[in-house]
């Protein structure tokens, strides 16, 4: 069974992601008011589970970073559930272990941290100490399938919801994970070169991060605003 993989952004016209630099709203509407039409659409999905990146989380939601101390790899790649039933579930991919737990400002969601075998005892410990499941994502944290496996066998987690940032994107977008593209498109611009943008493969000049896959359209909406809401499907070819 293959999980479904929806990638869910809001970006200005050229694809620029970061709020902060995009041209204000023609209306005056700050981000914080449009961004709740956003969240809006995202839990009308119905996901198992939202998927961020780590820089993500640091930034919206959990901003303190571990203390490392140098501490010696573990040896232990053992999958760790902690789930409380009654909460939504975001997971983050933080391969080297940098998010701290210690204050979540009152973040109450599960998290999954997909994790790469650097990590030391001491971080698996505050994260069990913190109610944080985790995975071990290959040696690099870095194998999307291999995590996304885990999810749906683990954790029977089958369909999430990826809101980037444009490196995690990327990154699902090479591994030929993603199923489908839900894009909100801000009336405003960016307009410089190699700003982050949704999709921001961390790949050689040469490479394709999208060969082999086509859009297939699916719909296109007006939202309120000047928001138009676009959705494809990703098909192999």
């Given amino acids: 069974m293959k999980s479904k993989i929806i990638c869910h952004m809001m970006s200005s016209v050229d694809g620029g992601l970061l709020p902060e630099r995009l041209s204000k709203h023609f209306r005056g509407k700050s981000m914080d008011e449009l961004g709740e039409l956003y969240f809006q659409l995202g839990d009308n999905f119905q996901c198992d589970a939202l998927l961020v990146g780590r820089n993500t989380l640091n930034e919206f939601f959990i901003p303190a970073i571990f203390a490392n101390n140098n501490y010696q790899p573990t040896e232990n790649f053992e999958t760790h559930i902690s789930i409380?039933?009654?909460?939504?579930?975001?997971?983050?991919?933080?391969?080297?272990?940098?998010?701290?737990?210690e204050i979540s400002n009152d973040y109450d969601n599960n998290i999954i941290a997909i994790l790469g075998e650097q990590v030391s005892d001491e971080y698996l410990s505050h994260l069990r100490n913190h109610n944080v499941s985790y995975l071990f994502a290959g040696k690099d944290g870095n194998d999307l399938t291999l995590a996304v496996d885990k999810l749906r066998l683990e954790f029977n987690i089958n369909n999430l919801l990826l809101e980037g940032g444009g490196i995690i994107n990327g990154a699902f977008l090479k591994a030929g994970l993603i199923t489908e593209l839900s894009l909100m498109i801000y009336p405003g611009i960016d307009g410089l070169k190699g700003a982050p943008t949704i999709f921001d493969y961390l790949g050689t000049q040469d490479e394709l991060p999208a060969f082999g896959q086509a859009l297939e359209y699916i719909s296109t909406e007006v939202l309120e605003d000047g928001i138009v809401w676009i959705r494809y499907n990703f098909h192999k070819i």
Wanted: charged share 35%; proline share 0%; glycine share 12%.
């Fill in 84 to 101: 409380d039933e009654g909460k939504k579930t975001t997971i983050v991919l933080d391969s080297a272990g940098k998010t701290s737990y």
